[in-house]
C-alpha cells in the first residue's frame, strides 16, 4: 500500500507523538546540564532525536502488510547479527554487545527488540490467538527465547529481561490454559537456573546479591544504587535546580546521564520534575493501549501490545532500579537516557505501532 504524504501524516497520533517528544525534551535538558560544555553528548543526542524523528516519520507511509513481510527478514538479521557479536564482537565493559565504526557505536540488542515484536506478532497472528498444540507452543518459545538467549550470553541481563518480558506478555495475551501456562512457568524457571549457573557474570551475580542486602557491600556492588537514593532524596519537592545536583554533578552518581538519569531528574527537578516525567510515560502507554484495544486488526493489535510493553518493562524496570527496587541491570530510560541506539529504535517502534494500524485512532 503507498500513502500520499498528506494520507502518511494524517495516521500520525499527534498526542503519542508529543509526549514521546516531552520525555526526549526532559533527557536534552537533563544531558546538556549534566555535559555542556565539555563534551558533545549534548549535540549528539539531538542528531539521534532527529535521526528517529525521520524514522517515525518515514514509517507512516508502509503499512502492516509490509511489517508482516519484512519481519521474517529483519528477526532473521537479528538473530545472525546477535550470533555475530558472540562469536566475533569486542568486548566493552565485558559485554560484546556493541558494533562499532570508529567513535559511533551502535548496539543489536535494541534492534533485536523491535524485531522479535513484529515477527512474534506475526507468528501469534497466524495462530490466530489460538496456541491449542504444543507445537504452536513451542514455536513461538523458540521465536522468542532465541534472541533472548543470545542477548543473555553477551551477557547483557537487562535487555535478556525485557524481551523475555515483553514476549511473555504477548504470549500471555492469547490466553494460555493452565497447563501450557505451568509449562510455560516451569521452562521460565529452568531458564532462570541455567542462566545464573552457567550465563551470569561474577559482577551481575553481585548487583543481584546487592539487591537483597545493599548494605553488604556499600563501595561496591551497592554503590550505585546507595548514590542513586541520595541523589533522589536530595532532590526534595521542586529539586535542586538545573545543574546544581551535587551527587550527579560532581560525579559522585556514576551513569547519571544514562542508567540513572531519572535519579538525576529527582535531584535537579525534584518530585514534582520526576512525577512529570512519569506522567508523560503513563500518557503515552495511555494511547499505545487505545490503538490496541480499537484496532480490527489482530497484527496490529500485538505490535501496539508488544510496544506497549517495552517501554512499559523499559521505564519500570529503570526508575525501579534507580530506588533500590530493583537490581541493576543496565536497563536505560527509554527516550530520556542518553544513547543512540536506544533513542533511535524507541521513535522507529513507535512508528511501526502507527504504522501497522488499519484505522486512526482519534
Given amino acids: 500500500m503507498r500513502l500520499s504524504v498528506r494520507e502518511a501524516l494524517h495516521r500520525i497520533d499527534g498526542r503519542l507523538v508529543a509526549a514521546a517528544f516531552g520525555l526526549s525534551a526532559f533527557g536534552l535538558v537533563l544531558i546538556y546540564s549534566l555535559s555542556w560544555p565539555e563534551d558533545t553528548r549534548f549535540l549528539k543526542q539531538l542528531a539521534f532525536l532527529a535521526a528517529g524523528s525521520v524514522l517515525l ?5 508502509l503499512d502492516a502488510h509490509f511489517w508482516r513481510n519484512a519481519s521474517v527478514a529483519l528477526y532473521l ?10 562469536l566475533f564482537g569486542e568486548e566493552t565493559r ?56 543470545l542477548v543473555a550470553l553477551q551477557p547483557d541481563l537487562g535487555s535478556a529481561f525485557i524481551l523475555f518480558a515483553v514476549s511473555a506478555g504477548m504470549v500471555l495475551y492469547t490466553g494460555l490454559d493452565r497447563k501450557k501456562l505451568a509449562v510455560l512457568a516451569l521452562a521460565g524457571a529452568i531458564a532462570l537456573g541455567i542462566a545464573w549457573f552457567l550465563v551470569l557474570a561474577p559482577y551481575q551475580k553481585a548487583r543481584i546479591s546487592t539487591f537483597f542486602s545493599p548494605q553488604s557491600d556499600p563501595l561496591g556492588a551497592g554503590y550505585n544504587v546507595a548514590q542513586s537514593m541520595v541523589a533522589i532524596g536530595s532532590g526534595g519537592w521542586f529539586g535542586r535546580g538545573l545543574g546544581l545536583g551535587t551527587q550527579s554533578q560532581l560525579d559522585f552518581l556514576p551513569e547519571q546521564e544514562t542508567d540513572f538519569i531519572f535519579a538525576s531528574t529527582a535531584e535537579e527537578f525534584g518530585f514534582f520534575g520526576a512525577s512529570l516525567l512519569m506522567l508523560l510515560y503513563v500518557f503515552l ?78
Fill in 57 to 61: 516519520i518515514a514509517f507512516q507511509f
Fill in 94 to 149: 565485558g559485554v560484546r554487545g556493541w558494533i562499532t565504526a570508529g567513535s559511533i557505536g551502535f548496539q543489536p540488542a535494541e534492534f533485536a527488540k523491535l524485531a522479535v515484536i513484529l515477527f512474534l506478532a506475526a507468528t501469534l497472528e497466524r495462530l490466530r490467538f489460538d496456541l491449542a498444540r504444543f507445537s504452536d507452543a513451542a514455536a513461538v518459545l523458540v521465536v522468542a527465547g532465541l534472541p533472548t538467549l
Fill in 285 to 362: 502507554l495511555g494511547r499505545l493501549f487505545r490503538i490496541m484495544v480499537s484496532e480490527r486488526s489482530a497484527y496490529a493489535s500485538f505490535v501496539a501490545l508488544g510496544v506497549l510493553l517495552l517501554f512499559f518493562s523499559q521505564a519500570a524496570i529503570n526508575i525501579a532500579m534507580n530506588m533500590g527496587l530493583f537490581p541493576v541491570t543496565g536497563v536505560t530510560l527509554p527516550l530520556v537516557s542518553y544513547g543512540g541506539s536506544s533513542l533511535v529504535v524507541s521513535f522507529a517502534s513507535l512508528g511501526a505501532a502507527l504504522s501497522a494500524r488499519s484505522q486512526r485512532s482519534s
Fill in 77 to 86: 538479521a537479528a538473530v545472525a547479527i546477535l550470533a555475530g557479536l558472540l
